[in-house]
């Protein structure tokens, strides 16, 4: 088996998509196994930044097979209009599949979550697109799925069905009923866009692995927005690591091999929670706004802290992480001193794991290392080696910390700004 698991080490947002988009154009297929359109990557090349939420990064390669797998939560709407979106740009959209048992977000979806937030005493910062009460349905038994949902007539049976359960809910939280005929014509549009695309995808990947072909598996969010391992309550409603691929996916564990856990130079965080290595104030505004930090879905404004190995040996050992793409060093440039977080003092105590309660880490108050920072422009650098001495040690520095090789190292927006360390990490654990 050929395969490269792609995992967010913080939460979320730390440049998973570029990586996909670059191996993407080497793999066979590409996998988004977990989410929604609560996520979103851009893409930036050839001048262009295109902005995606549901389908894989490697919608623009051809050749590449892209897969939303049974893990997923869609809304069929938002998927469409996606798919229109790409190919009024010109790009192919003939290479996406859709799962048959990857279940449909609909409209009470997305007002039962607006719903449930606004009744929260504490926000938990959603991004009301739905995900979280189509997750719970799920697990209730009383989802749609996609197989359901691309028949019209066994998709209003099942829509009933689904609303007798959901609308009173809905009214309990003093939100409107939702209309099954409503939301059947709503969505009459979607179904005819999405309908030739629904396979079964876990025989799809598998035939992939069985013949040797080279699959990567695309997470969205971070490890700690995931449900179990994350910093709950403040994490998303499924599992964005590694561990999240055989079940999302539909394959064995045994597919898993490499594992390549992307990590911003700094750190980032949308919503609400503790961030213990949070900037306040100018430098944060600085690094704010020249690293771009605004929600691709949301838009809304990402706090900035500085980089956190706690954070990093989490995710490490949950995900099994092999390697790490070390993104957006560029936007360090000019910070002097750089900070990195190597344990929490909690409770007069210096630990370097993350306590499961949120009032715990809340208290806990970051033990940091500082290293020289670098003023050099690193645009136009094509090798490691070239890069300034004190940006080398900064990531040399990460290696140490974590005890993970480092495989890429971002140095700008575009596909082309990134430095390769190692030729190819498909052989990589994969032998």
Same mark, same amino acid.
Request: some cysteine; proline content about 5%; glycine content about 10%.
């Given at each position: 088996?050929?395969?490269?698991?792609?995992?967010?080490?913080?939460?979320?947002?730390? !440049?998973?998509?570029?990586?996909?988009?670059?191996?993407?154009?080497?793999?066979?297929?590409?996998?988004?196994?977990?989410?929604?359109?609560?996520?979103?990557? *851009?893409?930036?090349?050839?001048?262009?930044?295109?902005?995606?939420?549901?389908?894989?990064?490697?919608?623009?390669?051809?050749? *590449?097979?892209?897969?939303?797998?049974? +893990?997923?939560?869609? /809304?069929?709407?938002?998927?469409?209009?996606?798919?229109?979106?790409?190919?009024?740009?010109?790009?192919?959209?003939?290479?996406?599949?859709?799962?048959?048992?990857?279940?449909?977000?609909?409209?009470?979806?997305?007002?039962?979550? =607006?719903?449930?937030?606004?009744?929260?005493?504490?926000? $938990?910062?959603?991004?009301?697109? +739905?995900?979280?009460?189509?997750? %719970?349905?799920?697990?209730?038994?009383?989802?749609?799925?996609?197989?359901?949902?691309?028949?019209?007539?066994?998709?209003?049976?099942?829509?009933?069905?689904?609303?007798?359960?959901?609308?009173?809910?809905?009214?309990?939280?003093?939100?409107?009923?939702?209309?099954?005929?409503?939301?059947?014509?709503?969505?009459?549009?979607?179904?005819?866009?999405? &309908?030739?695309?629904?396979?079964? %995808?876990?025989?799809?990947?598998?035939?992939?692995? =069985?013949?040797?072909?080279? $699959?990567?598996?695309?997470?969205?969010?971070? @490890?700690?927005?995931?449900?179990?391992?994350? @910093?709950?309550?403040?994490?998303?409603?499924?599992? #964005?690591?590694?561990?999240?691929?055989?079940?999302?996916?539909?394959?064995?564990?045994?597919?898993?091999? *490499?594992?390549?856990?992307?990590?911003?130079?700094? @750190?980032?965080?949308?919503?609400?929670?503790?961030?213990?290595?949070?900037?306040?104030?100018?430098?944060?505004?600085?690094?704010?706004?020249?690293?771009? =930090?605004?929600?691709?879905?949301?838009?809304?404004?990402?706090?900035? !802290?500085?980089?956190?190995? $706690?954070?990093?040996?989490?995710?490490?050992?949950?995900?099994?992480?092999?390697?790490? &793409?070390?993104?957006?060093?560029?936007?360090?440039?000019? $910070?002097? #001193?750089?900070?990195?977080?190597?344990?929490?003092?909690?409770?007069?105590?210096?630990?370097?794991?993350?306590?499961?309660?949120?009032?715990?880490?809340?208290?806990?108050?970051?033990?940091?290392?500082?290293?020289?920072?670098? /003023?050099?422009?690193?645009?136009?650098?094509?090798?490691?080696?070239?890069?300034?001495?004190? %940006?080398?040690?900064?990531?040399?520095?990460?290696?140490?910390?974590?005890?993970?090789?480092? %495989?890429?190292?971002?140095?700008?927006?575009?596909?082309?700004?990134?430095?390769?360390?190692?030729?190819?990490?498909?052989?990589?654990?994969? +032998?």
């Amino acid at each position: 088996m050929k395969t490269i698991t792609i995992v967010g080490t913080q939460w979320g947002d730390e !440049g998973k998509g570029k990586l996909t988009d670059i191996l993407a154009a080497e793999a066979d297929l590409v996998v988004r196994y977990q989410g929604g359109n609560n996520a979103g990557h *851009t893409i930036v090349f050839g001048g262009r930044k295109y902005a995606l939420h549901l389908i894989p990064s490697g919608v623009f390669h051809p050749n *590449t097979k892209n897969v939303l797998a049974p +893990g997923m939560v869609i /809304d069929p709407i938002a998927l469409a209009d996606e798919i229109k979106k790409l190919e009024l740009a010109g790009v192919d959209t003939s290479n996406v599949v859709v799962s048959d048992r990857s279940h449909v977000v609909l409209a009470p979806h997305i007002a039962l979550d =607006e719903a449930i937030e606004n009744a929260r005493a504490d926000k $938990v910062g959603t991004t009301g697109k +739905g995900i979280g009460p189509a997750y %719970a349905l799920k697990a209730t038994r009383t989802g749609i799925r996609m197989v359901d949902f691309i028949d019209e007539a066994q998709f209003k049976t099942a829509l009933i069905a689904h609303l007798s359960v959901v609308n009173p809910m809905l009214k309990a939280f003093g939100a409107q009923a939702q209309s099954a005929e409503r939301i059947v014509r709503d969505t009459a549009e979607a179904r005819k866009v999405i &309908a030739k695309r629904v396979k079964n %995808a876990s025989v799809l990947i598998n035939q992939a692995l =069985e013949n040797k072909k080279r $699959v990567l598996f695309e997470g969205a969010q971070g @490890t700690m927005l995931c449900l179990d391992h994350g @910093t709950y309550p403040y994490v998303t409603s499924s599992s #964005p690591t590694a561990a999240g691929v055989p079940l999302g996916a539909g394959v064995p564990p045994q597919a898993i091999k *490499t594992v390549l856990g992307i990590t911003k130079a700094y @750190t980032t965080r949308v919503g609400e929670g503790h961030l213990p290595t949070e900037i306040k104030g100018e430098l944060a505004d600085d690094i704010r706004t020249r690293g771009n =930090e605004f929600g691709t879905t949301t838009g809304r404004p990402r706090r900035v !802290g500085w980089l956190d190995a $706690v954070v990093l040996k989490h995710a490490k050992r949950i995900s099994g992480i092999t390697h790490l &793409a070390v993104m957006l060093l560029d936007v360090l440039r000019g $910070v002097h #001193p750089l900070t990195i977080c190597v344990g929490y003092r909690l409770n007069g105590e210096i630990i370097d794991w993350i306590p499961a309660s949120a009032q715990d880490l809340a208290r806990c108050e970051p033990v940091t290392i500082t290293m020289n920072g670098f /003023d050099e422009p690193l645009e136009g650098i094509e090798r490691f080696e070239d890069l300034p001495k004190n %940006a080398q040690a900064y990531v040399n520095k990460v290696a140490e910390l974590t005890g993970t090789k480092v %495989a890429f190292v971002s140095v700008g927006p575009d596909r082309n700004q990134t430095l390769r360390l190692i030729d190819n990490l498909w052989e990589e654990n994969n +032998g």
